[in-house]
């Protein structure tokens, strides 16, 4: 078989952080995909954790979980909802996991009595990584996203490495993503700071061959002349890209300024017409046009740096609201609840009615647990749709197991370790991990299968199927011992791994829509496919719901 030239697209930034090039990045690959191109992702971020899986969702944001269980940078999920394709965990590359390769290489001999340095060496291993990652998938185009921003002591070392990529094979392109800030007293758009960026990149011995403007307005003529001029391109490698209502449009208004067909050229290919690109694009015109609103609360608890952070603890959950919604012609309209108020206040309860639907997200720890308690109460009792995820399924059991099998205090041993009635217990060979402080990378973790009982509500969103697979992130489980319990109560446990010891999916047939999962099902939801249980769940959700029972 020949042996496929892989081609590099590498994605920096400049001026600020979070301008959104994970999504840049993803949204060239979506147009090289829409052409019909097989792409992969890689995101390099510079810290020394080996993933991201111990840092707090109100530090990094969501952790992202791939099917083969790692636990990496939310920018994968990005790259997997607009790439439509599964992305492992080696194409999240960490500062840490490049310098424990090396030092174990070192200590293995590998480097046969050499002097191991910085240079050539980290690099060197740099590379391996990324072009294993494009082997790997066969894919003609690898994206390649350098996190942290130009100037940055801590990627001087990345950006080294794709340097002497360039010039060792010269399939690489480089795109340069900078901010251009309108400031308020001058009321103008400024381009100083992209000039200086672009400045900072030349020095590491890189130019750009397109550089994209994030600001708040689009770029007129005279900044991308500016721009041009002085960073050394030509007026059509600088790209607009204002503020959007809408992620997914972004490839849209890329195609637009015929990026990808510049991006080809570079390469000297051709840019086709697809079906698939023109798919896209009517799907997101479809979306702009929708007017009905669906409102939909997340009890949540990742809340503790104000506002800003939100959005990023519980990314994948809004994507997957996002996307079920605008399947079924809703207007999500997302707001934040956080149940800590309803331990102050259990009257405030009453509010869950404004809303159409409830999710209950995962999450780790004891804060706000007795607010969600009491939330979920309400939910059930009052008929309101709901599904809960990973914790949220934990903490509907414990509320069944409370308030209708009538086992006082019972509890997930998370929380309260010495509860009389541990209904939710810790998985047996996490008991291990915790006890020698082996936090890092070892939960449940990545794709399992879970079988569906027929005649559930479950089985019935999944299509039929009575085998389905989600991915998980968790150390505590449904105690095997209550189910039988519970069951008699009138929860229905619809989905248990093949070996019927874990229970994977809940349902109360009784209720308008009451579903949870011990899975994580928002990671498998795409823009034209939205995952079935936000889908079931959006739906009742649009339907309206009858009196309390
Ligand atoms: N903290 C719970 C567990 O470890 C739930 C985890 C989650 O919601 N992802 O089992």
């Not at 269980?69 to 607009?82: A, H, K, P």
């Not at 637009?256 to 000297?268: A, R, T, Y």
């Not at 997930?412 to 402080?437: A, Y």
Request: hydrophobic content about 35%; aromatic content about 8%; charged content about 25%.
């Amino acid at each position: 078989m020949k042996k496929k030239d892989i081609k590099y697209i590498v994605v920096t930034g400049g001026v600020l952080s979070g301008l959104g090039k994970g999504i840049v990045n993803a949204s060239i690959g979506n147009l090289l995909v829409n052409q019909g191109y097989k792409v992969t992702a890689v995101k390099i971020d510079p810290y020394i954790n080996l993933d991201a899986g111990t840092m707090r969702p109100t530090e990094h944001g969501e952790v992202w979980v791939t099917d083969d269980g790692g636990e990496t940078d939310q920018d994968l999920g990005n790259y997997e909802r607009f790439l439509n394709t599964n992305i492992p965990k080696g194409n999240n590359i960490t500062t840490g996991q490049v310098y424990l390769e090396v030092i174990n290489k070192e200590r293995n001999l590998e480097y046969h009595g050499k002097c191991v340095e910085v240079i050539p060496h980290i690099p060197q291993e740099v590379e391996r990584r990324i072009i294993k990652a494009g082997k790997e998938a066969e894919a003609d185009f690898v994206m390649v996203e350098i996190g942290g921003t130009i100037g940055d002591y801590q990627n001087i070392l990345f950006l080294e490495t794709v340097r002497e990529m360039k010039r060792r094979r010269n399939n690489v392109v480089f795109v340069h993503v900078a901010y251009l800030p309108i400031p308020n007293h001058i009321g103008e758009m400024k381009t100083k700071p992209a000039q200086h960026s672009v400045r900072q990149l030349n020095a590491n011995g890189i130019q750009p061959d397109f550089i994209i403007g994030r600001s708040k307005l689009p770029l007129d003529d005279v900044r991308k002349e500016k721009i041009a001029l002085f960073c050394n391109v030509k007026k059509d490698a600088v790209l607009s890209a204002p503020n959007i209502d809408n992620i997914y449009r972004i490839p849209v208004n890329f195609e637009k300024q015929q990026f990808v067909h510049n991006i080809l050229k570079k390469f000297g290919m051709k840019y086709k017409k697809t079906k698939k690109s023109r798919a896209w694009q009517d799907y997101i015109n479809k979306i702009s046009r929708i007017k009905k609103e669906l409102k939909i609360g997340i009890v949540g608890k990742y809340f503790d740096i104000g506002n800003f952070s939100l959005e990023d603890s519980y990314v994948s959950i809004i994507e997957a609201v996002k996307h079920a919604a605008w399947r079924n012609n809703r207007k999500p309209v997302i707001e934040w609840i956080n149940s800590k108020k309803y331990e102050c206040d259990p009257a405030l309860i009453k509010e869950l009615e404004n809303y159409d639907g409830i999710i209950i997200p995962g999450g780790f720890g004891s804060s706000g647990i007795d607010g969600k308690l009491l939330a979920i109460k309400y939910i059930r009792e009052n008929n309101i749709p709901f599904l809960g995820l990973c914790l949220g399924m934990q903490l509907a059991v414990v509320e069944f197991a409370r308030n209708v099998c009538g086992l006082k205090n019972a509890h997930t041993t998370e929380v309260s370790p010495d509860t009389d009635n541990p209904v939710i217990d810790i998985l047996p060979e996490q008991k291990d991990n915790l006890r020698k402080k082996n936090y890092g990378a070892t939960m449940r973790l990545g794709s399992y299968p879970a079988k569906l009982k027929k005649e559930s509500l479950v089985c019935r969103l999944y299509g039929n199927k009575t085998i389905i697979s989600e991915r998980h992130r968790h150390r505590y489980e449904v105690n095997p011992e209550y189910a039988l319990l519970l069951e008699q109560c009138g929860l229905k446990f619809s989905g248990v791994s093949p070996d019927r010891k874990l229970m994977e999916f809940l349902e109360l047939p009784d209720h308008n829509f009451f579903v949870a999962t011990q899975a994580h099902p928002e990671f498998k939801s795409r823009l034209m496919k939205p995952a079935p249980l936000f889908d079931g769940f959006v739906k009742a959700a649009a339907k309206g719901r009858g009196k309390s029972q």
